[in-house]
């Protein structure tokens, strides 16, 4: 007996030694660094494209989950991508629940609303990664740069001030290609679509660019293919070139912090009726 208590005395030694705690402030889950979240989503999207997706974490168990704890202990990605139907992210990823955080908006822009959620992904939810996806046959990509052309349609009021963030990737890939005609040119403005899009994020951005600069955060272009189901990774020193393109640019936004201000006077509730002579008043 008096052996058993030894050992399991220094049992409980070695793993306080190690840093074993039952604490709360105990990370539940371990998340991969940027490179092995990126590497988690490479190997989902091989899986998705073989046909052998796991499908993991959903099931029933990881709903209850999701029921009582909190995302940031398990999300390992931000993805901000497009609307369109045919890009179904946490499918083609091969992810489930409480795995990545996703920001959907038609041709997949970065205004403010989008940076904003960005940021909530990256220094709130914690995501090691964020990936800036665009899609093959990108509708929005494709109403622009027809528009450029001069072969435009009339549109609903909201759309043209929601797609004016791909104009300049469109005139770019107009420049850089200028041979291109027609809708040759539409695959090459999709890339640069992703580009603008990191630029206007870096652009909006301190908090992003920070987490980038130090280490804690990745951001990474692609392009999925709606007819395959594969992605393109696009090459990693453009991301750095545009961080340091950004980064020289005096019109970038410095503070990385919301004035309080900005976040706007308390909403009085509904004020109570003032009682008149006619109300009667009851003690």
Wanted: proline share 7%; net charge neutral; aromatic share 4%.
């Amino acid at each position: 007996m008096k052996k058993l208590s030894i050992f399991l005395a220094g049992v409980i030694f070695i793993a306080g030694a190690l840093g074993f705690s039952s604490c709360s402030d105990t990370p539940k889950h371990l998340k991969p660094s940027p490179d092995g979240a990126i590497k988690k989503l490479q190997m989902g999207n091989d899986r998705f494209v073989s046909g052998k997706s796991t499908h993991q974490n959903m099931d029933k168990e990881r709903l209850i989950q999701a029921g009582k704890e909190n995302q940031k202990d398990y999300a390992y990605a931000t993805v901000i991508t497009c609307s369109d139907s045919r890009v179904p992210v946490e499918l083609i990823f091969d992810a489930g629940v409480m795995d990545i955080f996703v920001v959907r908006v038609a041709g997949n822009v970065c205004d403010t609303d989008e940076a904003g959620s960005i940021e909530y992904g990256l220094a709130h939810v914690n995501t090691p990664v964020l990936v800036v996806l665009g899609h093959t046959q990108c509708g929005a990509v494709t109403a622009v740069t027809r528009a450029l052309q001069g072969k435009g349609h009339s549109l609903e009021r909201n759309i043209p001030p929601l797609v004016d963030n791909i104009e300049p990737a469109v005139r770019t890939a107009m420049q850089i290609y200028p041979h291109a005609q027609g809708d040759e040119i539409i695959p090459l403005a999709i890339e640069e679509n992703v580009w603008t899009s990191i630029r206007d994020l870096f652009m909006k951005s301190p908090a992003s660019r920070k987490l980038v600069k130090d280490g804690k955060a990745k951001v990474v272009g692609a392009i999925y293919d709606v007819g395959t189901g594969k992605i393109q990774w696009l090459k990693q020193a453009r991301v750095t070139n545009i961080l340091h393109e950004v980064e020289a640019n005096p019109q970038r936004a410095t503070d990385p912090m919301a004035s309080p201000k900005k976040m706007g006077p308390a909403v009085p509730g509904p004020e109570a009726p003032k009682p008149s002579a006619e109300t009667p008043q009851h003690g």
